[in-house]
Each structure stands twice: as structure tokens, then as C-alpha cells.
């Protein structure tokens, strides 16, 4: 109340200007801004974080699951498309829809029967998936309402408190969340978490891509590089056989561009059973850190992304169970393969596998991955790499 009338004059003048300086002509300039989405049904209000970077690129995050609502990248004249599917309001992530754009845990993907065992102790979970546990039960986080901080720049910090007990995990688990969109058009995301019990985890994000723009008809066309000479076989309820496959003269080698059209109806028994492409390839890395795990390009709107990780795995899914009756943003029909997820993460129900990398996290130890999708464009007529 106080200071207000005793702000010199050309002080306060010099403040307006800067902020309409930052706001000419092309609407708010680079940073972080948040709305309101809407209200859960036990009337909580859903935040919506605009996310913007110097480049004119936008990514809109929902504290409701963490969604990324929208992300908006230019193509290669400089238009920056949505490509990503969702839904305009917070309406449709309340209704029955396959994890649009969602953070999903405590386990990314299937665990067998819903059942575990660690320390001796065995953990029952919902089976929400046939016979299985898919993507934390049946109240994931991608169900829960995530607090936020819009972060420095163009990031926003997404905290939640999974307790002990919650979905049939063990440990009352921290997690932490953070979305940055830089200057170099990529959307990174860091996840850490700690517990006060053993547990397992496996966090990924579950955004559905498609470079042409989202609704704009099928993912066939674009060209898919993996960096990845294996794969982890499934059996008919998805869940990994325990095998390490070779890509090599499989539809799965994916070493070399190959559009996604081009053999996912090949007469093979691991596309049969997932209609398309669902399954987690074992990626190539010496030692920790981030590496290249996958490269897509799409030829019309020349867009590029790069998917980059800390992680040992990636489930390429080709939306294979989209059948056009969900209405998304725009009202624009998503039908089967009108997009495409790269979910990076640990391999699928790795806690009922001994040899594949831990999922375990222990009290005083931290889990900590990073994934960034990173954007360009290439002219057209670039031979696909
Ligand atoms: C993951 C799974 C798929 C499917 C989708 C959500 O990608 O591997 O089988 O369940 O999530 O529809």
C-alpha cells in the first residue's frame, strides 16, 4: 500500500515501456506465464504453464498429470505448428483418453500380473491392462495434480508426493519434474526423485507426436532412426519375454531411416501382436549420460526432432489403439497412427526382471534422468538421416 504513489514518475514510465518493448507486435516475449485450465471435479483449480522461448517455440504444461498440452515448433518456413496431440480443455484429460502428453509413473509401462517382489516382500497392483499393470494403476500421475513454480527463463518445476502405499508402492516418494524450453528449440525434461523406503520406478512422459502437426492424418511418412541393435521382445500381453533381440533383418531395425509405414504390416509375430509398433528398444550407450536415441524427420513441414537421454530404453508406440473416436484439440479426429510416442525409460516390467537395469530406488539414493526432445527443420529434398 505504501509505495505505490512514491515511485518516481520516470521510473514508473521506464517500467511500462520496457514491458510493452518485450510485448510488440508478437504477443509476450521469451519466459514463463500461467493461467487457469480449470477445476478437477473435487474442485482443486488446474494451472496451465505457457512455456516460451526467444525462438517464437511455446509448450503449454497442465499441473494436472503434468500433461504437455500443446507444443508449438516452427516448420521450415518458420511457422510454429501444435505437434502435439491433446485436447483444448481441461475437460478432455478428465475423461477415459490413452495418457496424452502425461508424466507417467510410478512405473512407465507394463508390470506382469501386477505383481512384484522386492526385499522378500510381495506388492500387488492394479491390473488396469488385461492381466497387467500398465503406466501406475488406475490412478497414475498422470491422474494427480502436481504442484508448480514457474522456474528462470522458459521453465516451470513440477513437485509431487506419491505416499507410501499409493497405487500398491512402497515408500512415500518425492519426485520432482522440471520442463525447459531453450533457446536452441528443446524441450528438456528432468526428473528426480528420492523415497524413505525401497521402491521401484520408472518415469517417463507420454506425448504423442506428429511433426506434420497434430490431427493432420497419419505418421507413416515419417522417417525413424533408432539408436538401437536390440529390442525387447514381447509376448501377447506386451510384456518383455526377457529376451534381448537383435533388430538385425527384423522390421525393428530402425539403425538406418526407415519410414514407419514402410514394415509395420509385415508379417511379423511382434507387430501382429502389438498392431504396429509397441515395443522398447535397448539403446546403444557406452557408459552414463545423455546419447541420441532416436531422430525423426518429416518431409512436408521439413520438422526434425532428436530425442536425446539418460535413459537405457525406448518405447516406440505408433498409436496403434487410436480409432479415430477421440475428438482433440480443434475437434480433429485422432485415428489409428496419427501419432507417435517415444517414451524414454527403464525396459518394461524390469521389476519381475533380474537382468534387466534396476528400477529399484533406495532411501539416501537419488533417481535422476533427463530427456530432450530437440527441434529443427531440414530443406526440402534432404536426403533423410
Ligand atoms: C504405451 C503402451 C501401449 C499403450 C499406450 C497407451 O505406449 O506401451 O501399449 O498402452 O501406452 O495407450
Redesign the pocket.
Known amino acids: 500500500m505504501i509505495a505505490r504513489n512514491l515511485i518516481p514518475l520516470a521510473i514508473l514510465a521506464a517500467m511500462v515501456t520496457m514491458n510493452c518493448s518485450s510485448n510488440k507486435e508478437a504477443g509476450p516475449g521469451p519466459g514463463t506465464t500461467s493461467r487457469v485450465f480449470g477445476k478437477t471435479p473435487a474442485g482443486e483449480t488446474v494451472d496451465l504453464y505457457t512455456l516460451r522461448n526467444a525462438k517464437g517455440a511455446e509448450a503449454d504444461v497442465s499441473t494436472y498429470g503434468g500433461v504437455l498440452v500443446s507444443l508449438k515448433v516452427p516448420d521450415r518456413a518458420g511457422v510454429a505448428g501444435d505437434i502435439v496431440l491433446g485436447f483444448d480443455d481441461l475437460e478432455g484429460y478428465l475423461k477415459p483418453e490413452?495418457?496424452f502428453g502425461a508424466l507417467?509413473g510410478r512405473y512407465?509401462?507394463?508390470i506382469a500380473h501386477g505383481k512384484f517382489t522386492l526385499d522378500g516382500v510381495k506388492y500387488t497392483l492394479a491390473r488396469n491392462?488385461g492381466e497387467n499393470s500398465?503406466?501406475g494403476g488406475n490412478r497414475g500421475f498422470d491422474k494427480v495434480l502436481w504442484k508448480a513454480k514457474a522456474g528462470s527463463g522458459a521453465s516451470v518445476e513440477l513437485t509431487y508426493l506419491s505416499k507410501d502405499g499409493e497405487e500398491g508402492y512402497p515408500g512415500n516418494l518425492s519426485i520432482t519434474v522440471v520442463y525447459t524450453l531453450t533457446d536452441d528449440n528443446e524441450l528438456k525434461i528432468d526428473y528426480t526423485a528420492t523415497t524413505d523406503k525401497d521402491t521401484v520406478l520408472n518415469l517417463t512422459n507420454?506425448s504423442y507426436f506428429n511433426l506434420a502437426g497434430q490431427g493432420e492424418g497419419d505418421i507413416l511418412a515419417h522417417q525413424v532412426t533408432i539408436n538401437a541393435d536390440r529390442f525387447t521382445p514381447v509376448d501377447k500381453g506386451?510384456i518383455p519375454t526377457g529376451e534381448l533381440r537383435s533388430v538385425e533383418g527384423t522390421p525393428f531395425d530402425f539403425r538406418q531411416p526407415h519410414a514407419i509405414g514402410e514394415r509395420i504390416n509385415a508379417p511379423d509375430e511382434q507387430l501382429k501382436f502389438?498392431k504396429g509398433y509397441?515395443?522398447?528398444f535397448v539403446l546403444n550407450r557406452s557408459g552414463d549420460g545423455l546419447v541420441l536415441a532416436a531422430r525423426v524427420t518429416e518431409a512436408k513441414s521439413g520438422r526434425v526432432m532428436e530425442v536425446l537421454t539418460t535413459q537405457p530404453g525406448l518405447?516406440f508406440?505408433t498409436?496403434?489403439?487410436?480409432d479415430g473416436t477421440i475428438h482433440g484439440k480443434g475437434g480433429r479426429a485422432y485415428g489409428p497412427r496419427s501419432a507417435f510416442?517415444m517414451?524414454t525409460q527403464h525396459f518394461?516390467d524390469s521389476p519381475n526382471h533380474p537382468d534387466f537395469p534396476t528400477v529399484v530406488l533406495k532411501p539416501g539414493g537419488q533417481y535422476r534422468e533427463t530427456t530432450t526432445y530437440r527441434f529443427s527443420t531440414e530443406s526440402a529434398g534432404s536426403p533423410a538421416k
Not at 498409436?319 to 487410436?322: C, E, R, T
Open positions: 490413452p495418457y507417467i512407465g509401462n507394463r491392462d500398465l503406466h507420454h506386451l502389438a509397441d515395443q522398447n518405447q508406440y498409436g496403434n489403439f487410436l510416442c517414451e518394461p
